[in-house]
């Protein structure tokens, strides 16, 4: 007898239903939709992102003006000490002596030059804060434009009448009220290097980077917590107390830079935007290192004209740092 042998046993196959691709837009007669656009950031000089929340704003602001001091203290000492140390090595009289390194013509230069990597420092610093490291945009967050309504032309007139005008009124001030010689005075006279760095200074990068620090972060951190004519005093403050110890002998400069710091911060206050203030700071300045780079000339056509007029005129307005 025989057995049929069954085969292995198979699963049957079964068509499984397939998903229908959806019919194209011109099948069904409907337009496309349009691509994605990008969403357009919307910034308010006056209430910027970094300053969130505000207080927190205020002390960011803060840090950044203590890191800009700092900077002006210590990074132009890089330069300054290997100077110092070569000073010491080939044994210079009064190597260490401060009255000798004051009339030193390298150690001058040298610690006005030291500025340039401090400003740069400074700026990157306020960078990466105000951009939010890069997620902002830097000009539009600063309010880096004209106010609304203002063309370019206009606001360059505007600015130049403010600029000269301060650059007056501060000639007027310290001719009525002469001072001592200052730290400025020195410089200039030392060398034509070191005047040829300040005026680079005056024009190149003071503006920028104190804008930056005071009309660009402070004013806003603080007018969030504390009002517009709060700020305006403490900027004022802030930016005549730094200067102090450059020009404590001479107490017209420091009214000089206070004057100009109200004025750039009320013209912060009153337009919402930073540009103005640094058309107008490098206005001033501008017109001060032209007379720096002059010096020399002025100083002869001084000494030649009774009565002569004090050295303030032409330098001690001047604030760089």
């Not at 400003?119 to 902002?136: D, N, P, Q, W």
């Not at 007056?168 to 001592?180: E, W």
Request: hydrophobic share 50%; net charge neutral; glycine share 6%.
């Amino acid at each position: 007898m025989t057995t049929n042998q069954s085969a292995p046993f198979e699963e049957p196959i079964v068509d499984q239903p397939t998903a229908s691709a959806p019919p194209a837009f011109d099948q069904l007669g409907i337009a496309p939709p349009p691509p994605a656009q990008p969403v357009a950031i919307q910034i308010d000089p006056e209430n910027p992102p970094w300053t969130e929340p505000r207080w927190r704003g205020g002390v960011r602001a803060f840090l950044i003006w203590v890191g800009s001091v700092a900077c002006l203290l210590f990074v132009p000492l890089i330069l300054i000490i290997p100077y110092i140390i070569y000073r010491v090595s080939t044994r210079v009289p009064g190597a260490l002596d401060p009255v000798a390194l004051a009339n030193d013509k390298m150690f001058l230069f040298l610690s006005v030059l030291g500025v340039v990597p401090a400003h740069a420092l400074t700026f990157l610093m306020a960078y990466l804060v105000i951009t939010g490291r890069r997620r902002y945009p830097f000009l539009k967050t600063l309010g880096f434009s004209w106010p609304p309504g203002w063309t370019t032309l206009k606001g360059m007139v505007i600015c130049t009448l403010i600029g000269a005008g301060l650059f007056a009124a501060g000639a007027v001030i310290t001719r009525v009220f002469p001072g001592d010689e200052t730290q400025l005075d020195m410089l200039i006279g030392s060398s034509f290097a070191a005047r040829a760095v300040t005026a680079f200074l005056a024009v190149g990068t003071a503006p920028l980077v104190e804008e930056l620090i005071y009309r660009g972060m402070l004013y806003p951190a603080i007018a969030r917590v504390l009002g517009s004519g709060v700020a305006i005093a403490l900027v004022s403050l802030l930016f005549a107390g730094v200067h102090y110890l450059q020009y404590q002998n001479n107490l017209a400069v420091i009214g000089v830079i206070s004057v100009v710091s109200v004025t750039l911060t009320a013209v912060r206050a009153y337009t919402r935007r930073l540009l103005p203030c640094f058309v107008i700071h490098l206005i001033f300045n501008g017109i001060q290192a032209v007379l720096i780079m002059l010096y020399p000339f002025l100083s002869k056509v001084q000494e030649q004209t009774p009565p002569p007029a004090p050295n303030e005129i032409i330098a001690a307005v001047l604030h760089l740092f």
